[in-house]
């Protein structure tokens, strides 16, 4: 099946460094989600594109839908501590099976304070 | 609005035992889903519901049931709990193959 590729699997950053993880994919997406979650909640949608080259921000985090549609990045600049978290990518095609949103494994972060 | 409600948020299980897990959604969305979440596996799909009255399988259906009792509720069954199944269960609900929205969580563990 699909398969997405998240990198890196974890990371400790010196608060107030900007962060880069990625997604590549064998497949083409329609578009592509980025997730975070906190300890022991469920997933929380950070940014959607919708469109191949597609760059949109949120607040401190900045997200590109790659132009091959088969990876995505989400960078985040200026880490604090409450950026502790899980992030997951995912990419989704509609118009087709409802259950065609496939998950990243995740790239934990930790920020040194 | 309280968006994707799941009940209970803790669960212990003997092997054998069997239980329901609860899901809801107040967003009017069409299409819900079952995920678990595993150590270093990320979210896999266990079934969904596209719209009221119909299921589908996911990447991992085996050992589980599901229904979708209305267009608010998605309960997922298990009929006879193995430690296999000790995970995260998350639920999510969308509309028209758009971003899902992730209920908190119910933490189970089989002995």
Redesign the interface.
């Known amino acids: 099946g699909q398969q997405l590729n998240q990198s890196p699997q974890s990371m400790f950053i010196q608060e107030g460094e900007d962060v880069s993880m990625n997604c590549t994919s064998s497949s083409i997406f329609n578009t592509w989600l980025w997730y975070k979650q906190d300890p022991g909640e469920g997933p929380v949608l950070l940014i959607a594109l919708y469109k191949a080259g597609e760059l949109t921000s949120n607040g401190r985090l900045t997200a590109q839908f790659g132009i091959t549609r088969k990876d995505s990045f989400l960078n985040i600049s200026a880490s604090i501590p409450s950026d502790v978290g899980i992030y997951f990518c995912a990419g989704l095609n509609y118009g087709g099976s409802q259950g065609n949103l496939i998950f990243g494994k995740g790239t934990k972060l930790s920020v040194k304070p | 609005n309280a968006g994707?409600t799941q009940t209970p948020k803790f669960q212990v299980l003997k092997t054998g035992q069997s239980m329901t897990l609860q899901c809801a959604q107040d967003m009017n969305h069409n299409?819900m889903?079952w995920y678990r979440q595993d150590p270093?596996?990320?979210?896999?799909?266990i079934y969904?519901s596209?719209s009221e009255g119909t299921t589908?399988k996911?990447?991992v259906p085996n050992g589980y049931n599901v229904s979708r009792l209305n267009k608010r509720e998605f309960s997922l069954r298990l009929e006879s709990a193995a430690p296999s199944q000790t995970s995260v269960y998350?639920c999510?609900s969308n509309t028209?193959?758009?971003?899902?929205?992730?209920?908190?969580?119910t933490r189970l563990t089989v002995t």
């Open positions: 994707v299409s889903y270093g596996m990320g979210l896999r799909l969904y596209a589908d996911g990447e998350f999510a028209g193959g758009l971003e899902q929205y992730f209920g908190p969580g």
